[in-house]
């Protein structure tokens, strides 16, 4: 078992008109791909365009839990 810590990003930490109830997890070592399909849901859902000012924000949103 592996004690490495999980990066997650809760999209209903923020607000917004859907009241997005989305939260995502992956391994610390996969981050990026957190990112990647943050910053996709974040256009997808909400809207939002993609840009490094974007995933610069979804990277600050990311917090960390113990395995």
Same mark, same amino acid.
């Given at each position: 078992?592996?004690? *490495?810590?999980? /990066? ?8 917004? =008109?859907?009241?997005?109830? #989305? ?12 990112? *990647?399909?943050? /910053? ?8 939002? =365009?993609?840009?490094?000012? #974007? ?13």
């Amino acid at each position: 078992m592996s004690n *490495e810590r999980w /990066a997650v990003i809760d999209c209903g930490k923020y607000p917004s =008109e859907k009241n997005c109830q #989305l939260k995502m997890s992956v391994p610390e070592s996969h981050l990026e791909e957190l990112i *990647e399909a943050s /910053a996709s849901h974040a256009v997808s859902a909400h809207g939002h =365009e993609d840009s490094p000012e #974007l995933r610069s924000l979804l990277r600050q949103g990311v917090q960390f839990e113990s395995a």
